[in-house]
């Protein structure tokens, strides 16, 4: 029994090694794992990473866009019923989509950071220049540290299924 206590010990603490440490808040994280370190970050850090797929979106340039996600990941995307995985299929994606012209804003996040990994989902609004549409719809990214940058290692994105009130969403900000 000792050694099934001991045992479960252990493995609890090896899965939470890399989430919190104590000289950090909940919201960071800086621990090293089997000589793997792991990328000291903050909330901030990764909400910042959408201003930067942003204002990829801003230049009109579907590779700078795509450059933003990791060579192994998945696109499951707004106004496409295909899931992108390929840098090109991506690209493809986005060649169509900004020719809307479009420019998003989160306006509700929920954000965690582990080791080397991050998750950021919510709300956006994309403001599609071309129509002058705005578009609300629900996002999550997930990221992982490459050992140089935050890269998507996943992204989804669906418009709002139901027709917001502007109270209702007014009573969420």
């Given at each position: 029994?000792?050694?099934?206590?001991?045992?479960?010990?252990?493995?609890?603490?090896?899965?939470?090694?890399?989430s919190t440490t104590p000289e950090n808040s909940a919201?960071?994280?800086?621990?090293?794992?089997?000589?793997?370190?792991?990328?000291?970050?903050?909330e901030a850090e990764i909400a910042g990473l959408?201003?930067?797929w942003n204002n990829a979106l801003q230049t009109g340039d579907s590779k700078k866009v795509v450059a933003n996600y990791a060579t192994k990941s998945i696109l499951l995307p707004t106004v496409s019923n295909k899931p992108r995985y390929s840098a090109a299929e991506k690209e493809d994606y986005f060649n169509h989509f900004l020719a809307l012209k479009?420019?998003?804003?989160?306006?509700?996040?929920?954000?965690?950071?582990?080791?080397?990994t991050a998750f950021d989902a919510g709300l956006y609004t994309f403001h599609m220049g071309k129509t002058g549409q705005d578009v609300q719809a629900r996002y999550s990214?997930?990221?992982a540290w490459d050992g140089k940058?935050?890269?998507?290692?996943?992204?989804h994105s669906s418009a709002m299924p139901e027709k917001a009130s502007s109270s209702a969403q007014a009573s969420h900000h």
């Amino acid at each position: 029994m000792l050694k099934v206590i001991s045992l479960l010990s252990l493995t609890f603490l090896t899965l939470t090694a890399c989430s919190t440490t104590p000289e950090n808040s909940a919201n960071t994280s800086s621990v090293t794992t089997n000589n793997n370190p792991c990328k000291a970050t903050t909330e901030a850090e990764i909400a910042g990473l959408f201003d930067r797929w942003n204002n990829a979106l801003q230049t009109g340039d579907s590779k700078k866009v795509v450059a933003n996600y990791a060579t192994k990941s998945i696109l499951l995307p707004t106004v496409s019923n295909k899931p992108r995985y390929s840098a090109a299929e991506k690209e493809d994606y986005f060649n169509h989509f900004l020719a809307l012209k479009p420019a998003g804003k989160v306006t509700q996040r929920h954000i965690q950071v582990g080791c080397n990994t991050a998750f950021d989902a919510g709300l956006y609004t994309f403001h599609m220049g071309k129509t002058g549409q705005d578009v609300q719809a629900r996002y999550s990214y997930t990221y992982a540290w490459d050992g140089k940058q935050w890269l998507i290692t996943s992204h989804h994105s669906s418009a709002m299924p139901e027709k917001a009130s502007s109270s209702a969403q007014a009573s969420h900000h």
